[in-house]
């Protein structure tokens, strides 16, 4: 059983997450993502100008990554082709991959980890509807671009659009170039793996991924250098407003189960108001004082309750206590049922 206590707090261990929880939710915040991705198309035009005004400010800043690699993996399959696929397909399952790891084996961080990828996902989308951008691999061939995707796609289930699987291209929103969570994404894996994964291997492939992950999006002509840059800044400002976004969502919970827990107990309680007078009305018998309490059970007032506990056991008219026995009383003996006082005289006038 993994440790689940938090360092350095003393806390008691949390308890851990339930997968039947957590699989809807991922699958929901990523059904978001795709949705907002693909609703946000944004004007062809303004997705172009904004590809052109990165590589303007790239140029100025001296940055050409992007040219040489995208030479390098056209002109040799070798490294082109797998770099299609390491972009087409990993992704999806290395992401997904840490996440089921670190729930199952390092539980105490599992929430604060989830909580950085979504809150970076949902940033990156902001920015995708904010600021539709052409990739480069869709500028004018005058760039000098050349969609890789495209020209090995004989080699994959990819066609010329994205990754997207041939005839789905019209499915996914091809202008979502930045910031690049291809390159977020891998970002939040290698810091997992450096972080938690105790061997060398995994720590070394905690820096390769994601720097692999940066030179494929710009060799495949996906992205752009500022694209990738931007990617891990959005990673770093999701780190910084993760735990806000757990404390949030901490004081939601509470307010929740305060409200479940508070219904729960004023509920039942309602039906049972009309339940007491239908029984002081219908008990046989039964007399009432304007002010007096009325006691479920029998209909009688708390206040025509006889006091006296007699050695018959008796409590008041018509009650008795399970297992009494009734006291005879001689023919001779009986008890004087008269409303005089105990002195014998006669009762003071009502007045």
């Known amino acids: 059983m993994p440790h689940t206590e938090t360092p350095g707090t003393g806390a008691a261990p949390a308890a851990r997450p339930r997968w039947w929880t957590e699989l ?3 699958v929901l915040v990523y059904a978001c993502y795709s949705a ?3 609703l946000v198309g944004g004007d062809v035009a303004d997705a172009v100008g904004h590809g052109l005004a990165i590589l303007r400010v790239e140029q100025a800043l001296h940055l ?4 040489p690699l995208n030479r390098l ?4 399959p070798w490294l082109g082709i797998p770099a299609d696929f390491w972009y087409a397909s990993l992704h999806y399952l290395v992401t997904p991959a840490i996440l089921v790891w670190i729930f199952r084996s390092r539980t105490a961080h599992y929430r604060a980890a989830r909580t950085w990828l979504m809150t970076s996902t949902f940033i990156g989308l902001i920015g995708f509807t904010l600021l539709p951008t052409c990739p480069p691999r869709l500028l004018d061939a005058g760039h000098g671009f050349v969609d890789t995707m495209a020209h090995y796609s004989a080699y994959g289930w990819w066609g010329g659009e994205a990754s997207a699987p041939r005839g789905l291209g019209g499915m996914t929103n091809q202008y979502a170039a930045m910031p690049s969570l291809h390159v977020g994404w891998a970002l939040w894996c290698g810091v997992l ?4 994964g105790g061997t060398r291997a995994a720590k070394a492939a905690g820096v390769v991924y994601p720097l692999v992950t940066t030179v494929v999006v710009m060799g495949t002509a996906n992205h752009y250098l500022l694209d990738a840059v931007a990617g891990a800044a959005v990673m770093g400002l999701g780190l910084l407003l993760a735990p806000r976004v757990m404390g949030c969502a901490d004081r939601a919970k509470a307010w929740f189960t305060a409200r479940v827990a508070l219904a729960s107990r004023v509920a039942p309680d309602a039906p049972d108001a009309p339940d007491a007078a ?3 009305v219908a008990a046989p018998g039964a007399h009432t004082v304007p002010g007096t ?7 009688v007032s708390a206040d025509a309750k006889s006091p006296n506990v007699s050695g ?3 409590t008041s008219a018509g009650e008795r206590i399970p297992r009494q026995r009734e006291q005879r009383f001689p023919a001779a003996a009986e008890p004087d049922t008269s409303p005089a006082d105990a002195g014998g005289g006669a009762p003071a006038p009502v007045r």
Do not use: K, S
């Open 24 to 26: 809807p939710l991922i």
């Open 193 to 196: 793996l450096w972080r938690y």
């Open 73 to 76: 993996f056209t002109r040799e």
């Open 293 to 299: 309490a009325v006691t479920p059970a029998t209909g």
């Open 278 to 280: 239908v029984a002081a």
């Open 64 to 67: 050409n990554a992007e040219h």
């Open 312 to 314: 018959g056991c008796q």
């Open 36 to 38: 907002g991705r693909l």
